[in-house]
């Protein structure tokens, strides 16, 4: 029995580690379109490429959701699945932050807001990992990631679509998505210091029990 379970956590050839994998080769898709944006803007072709990139960026937020549902849906959790998401997840954002940057579209203490937010939480989930303690997302961080999912592709685009103003509406999606990124960050921290003193004190009232029966 305990085979089985370690074979299917090594597992790497299943339908959510393709769309991880798939949304991983996005990226530089992604970048390219927009670094092409960035040194064509004489050309009136550019435009597409900024659409095209917001597009490919919409997609692969999508197999970002499907991936996690049908892993949760039939119960696959592997140690690839586990290590490569949150990289495919933070290479997507963070490479388009800083293309988006470079095209003069978010200012650059908002990517050093969220990229540094990214890290930092990075960090404190290999502590609580380490720690063997637990610490759920938060709503404010869920929010934060669908905020920061719609607005970057907006700036992408960069144009009014129809009577939605992307310009403007990405804008403000980043620097509320920015906020409630620090938000999120010292909730979490809080949380954990929290989860940490319990576990401390756990172990205190173990070790006492232990000599106590000694």
């Known amino acids: ?37 960035a040194m064509e803007l004489q050309y009136p072709w550019h435009s597409t490429l900024g659409w095209t990139a917001a597009w490919i960026f919409a997609l692969a937020s999508i197999t970002d959701f499907f991936d996690g549902y049908i892993a949760r849906k039939k119960d696959i959790v592997t140690v690839f699945g586990s290590f490569l998401d949150p990289i495919a997840d933070k290479f997507l954002t963070v490479s388009s932050l800083i293309m988006l940057q470079a095209l003069d579209r978010i200012p650059a203490f908002i990517v050093i807001i969220l990229v540094l937010r990214e890290m ?6 290999l502590l609580a990992t380490n720690e063997g303690i637990t610490v759920p997302v938060s709503e404010l ?74």
């Open 1 to 37: 029995m305990s085979d089985n379970t370690s074979s299917t956590d090594l597992e790497i050839d299943n339908l959510p580690n393709r769309l991880t994998i798939f949304r991983l080769a996005l990226v530089p898709v992604v970048v390219i379109c927009l670094y092409g944006a």
């Open 120 to 125: 930092y939480m990075t960090s404190l989930r």
């Open 141 to 214: 961080g869920k929010w934060k990631t669908a905020i920061q999912m719609i607005g970057i592709p907006m700036l992408m685009a960069n144009e009014t679509w129809w009577i939605f103003p992307f310009p403007i509406m990405g804008t403000i999606l980043i620097y509320a998505a920015s906020i409630l990124s620090l938000w999120s960050a010292i909730s979490y921290s809080l949380n954990m210091i929290a989860k940490l003193k319990q576990a401390r004190m756990a172990s205190k009232v173990k070790a006492n029990q232990t000599k106590g029966n000694e």
